[in-house]
Every structure is written in C-alpha cells, then in structure tokens.
C-alpha cells in the first residue's frame, strides 16, 4: 500500500472513532434486581462484609477501579447494556435519585440478598429482593411524577429487567441449616418454595408493567473455589451435591417461566441456564482459552477458597486464564462469554424460548 492510503485510512478511523454513536438504543432502559452476580454498587453504601470496593476488585474493569462489581472487570449486565445500546446502569444507592441519571436504567442488585429475606443477613446489610423491587416501584413512582404516567408506562413496559437472584438462598440460607431448615424442608420442596416466591414476584412486576424480563437460572456453584476448598476436593471436582440443587432450581424455574410466559400473553419472560454456560466453559475450558480452571484470581487457602479475596497482594497477576476471579464469581473474561450468550447464544444456547436480542427486536406482541 502506498503511504498516502494508509495515511487516509488512518484519518478515515480516527474521525470514525469519534463519531458518536447515533445508533437509538434497542430498549429505553434497563433495569436489574439481583445479588453479588449483578451488584454494581449498592454494598459500597451498606455495612457488611460483602463488598467489593476495595483493590484488586475491578482492576480490568474500564476504569481500573473498585467499584462494588464482584469481578476484575465488567459483569454481565454490562456487556448487555452496551449491547441494548445503552450506557453502563447505575446502582440505585450511588445515584443521587434525579431521574436523568435513572433514565436509561438502574441497578439495585445487592450482594448477599436471597429470595428469602433474611438469607446472607449474617454477612451484614443488604438490600433484600422484595425491598429492591420496592425500590423499582419507587424509581416508576418517580418516572411518572415527571413524565406523566402515559409515558412512564410505555418506558417501563418496553425496557428490560433483568433479574438474578437465588444462589444466597443455598449458600446462606440452606447449606448453612439456618432455623433447622433442613429438617422443615426437603431440598426439592425448598426449592418449590423459592421458585413460587419468585414466581409471586414476577406476576407483581407484570402488574406493574413490566413486560420483558430476563430470568437468569443458579450457576454451578458447587465448582466455586469455596467449596472445592470447603468440601476438600483433591483434584478440583465440583460438588455433586451443591450442584444438584442448582439444577433442580434451574429445572424448575424454567418451567414456572415457559407457564407464566403462556398466562402472561402480552409479556415476554425468558429463562437463561446459566448452568448450561457455565459447565460449558468448564468442560470446553481449552477452547475458551483458560488453563486455570478450579483456582481463584484471588483469595487465600486451597484452590484460593478459604478466604475472601482482601486486597492486591491475593491476587494473581494477570486473570485472563482464570474462570474464577474470587472463591465465589467469575473472572469478566467468563462474564462476556455468558453476556454473549444471554444476548444472541453465541457460544452456546442457555436461554429459553428466546435470547435477549430477539426479545428487543420483535414487534410487540
Ligand atoms: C410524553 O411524551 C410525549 C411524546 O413523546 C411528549 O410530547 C410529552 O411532552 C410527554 N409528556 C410529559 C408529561 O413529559
Ligand atoms: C439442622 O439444625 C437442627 C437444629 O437446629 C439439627 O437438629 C439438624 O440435625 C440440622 N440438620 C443438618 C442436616 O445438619
Ligand atoms: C496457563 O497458560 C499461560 C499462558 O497461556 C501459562 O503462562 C501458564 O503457565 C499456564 N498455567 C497453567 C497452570 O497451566
Ligand atoms: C494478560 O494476558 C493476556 C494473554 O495471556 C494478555 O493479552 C493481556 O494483555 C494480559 N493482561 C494484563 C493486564 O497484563
């Protein structure tokens, strides 16, 4: 190539990269409710130990900073927004409650929240799933004092909600034989418990307007650093035990969801196995390009799993290897495979009957 081409080419990318993005966004906004595998945040403001506002937390992330993600960088519903086209939401607690900063969306996930109410209390505060969704409630209460409630409603019913919740209900709730549970309940009949409060839920959201919703299932939190560590697991087998429960969850809310989707005709919910795209991940581990499959980025003990992850010098030096950023979440390399998956099943089909895109660019129903 002659050098005046290049040149050109090289004018023609820089004024490219600076062209905003007039693409309209393919929903209005974007709201999450859920626990430390979506928390942006909300923790930063609460007294508790699950927080991730500390180094090395979000050190890949776009800012290299802490910023209250559970990861060293981005977390799923970040790859989704900038998908849907729109900015990274905010947490509900670290805005200042003006709806311009809500407008496209907000985050009230909170790290150690369950479905139960008091699941994860013994980690400090949280923002339980009723309160958080108390909380949407409010933001709607707000949209339609400045927007009037023709307009608030459109903007509600055609945005996402993305929730992701549960996975605290077993690790803090019923692994722990919290008020004797496990002699009250059966795992399958806590299970049935959980998924119809879930269930309850998610029919208040739709008389709230709510009309598309993505359900994210338990990922396989038997294969966690913590337990491989807690159960002494030799050779980073995950927890057959742990796992089942996961599955049987996952199971379960699928169905209540395809049941739901049928009674709720105008709505559109869809299920995603995050099971299904996390085993994948481990077992394809090669393809995906990482080669430390059992052991945390970060922590301290066996597999990394004894403790949390504290401060820098826990940490390895570079995660993009590592499926397991801390005993309990993903690296953000695991995060954008799974994003990629919500959105289009890219590498693997978890969600049902649609993926997210489809979701967002079918007419209304
Ligand atoms: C509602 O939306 C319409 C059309 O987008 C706009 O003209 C109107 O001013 C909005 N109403 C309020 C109260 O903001
Ligand atoms: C759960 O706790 C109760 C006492 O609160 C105890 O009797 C029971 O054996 C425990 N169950 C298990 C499986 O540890
Ligand atoms: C993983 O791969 C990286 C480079 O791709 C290499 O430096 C590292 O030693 C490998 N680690 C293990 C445990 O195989
Ligand atoms: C981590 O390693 C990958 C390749 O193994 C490399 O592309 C990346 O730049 C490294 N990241 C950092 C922060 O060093």
Redesign the pocket.
Known sequence: MDASIIVYLIVISILLSFTPSTAEPLAPAFFVIGDSSVDSGTNNFLGTFARADHPPYGRDFDTHQPTGRFSNGRIPVDFLALRLGLPFVPSYLGQNGAVEDMIHGVNYASAGAGIIASSGSELGQHISFTQQIQQFTDTFQQFILT??E??ATTLISNSILYISIGINDYIHYYLLNVSNVNNLYLPWHFNQFLASSLRRELKNLYNLNVRKIVVMGLAPIGCAPHYLWEYGTDNGECVEQINDMAIEFNFLMRHIVEKLAEELRDANIIFCDVYEGSMDILKNHDQYGFNITSEACCGFGKYKGWFMCLSPEMACSNASNYIWWDQFHPTDTVNAILADNIWNGQHTKMCYPMHLQDMVIQKAK
């Open positions: 927007m009037g023709d307009n």
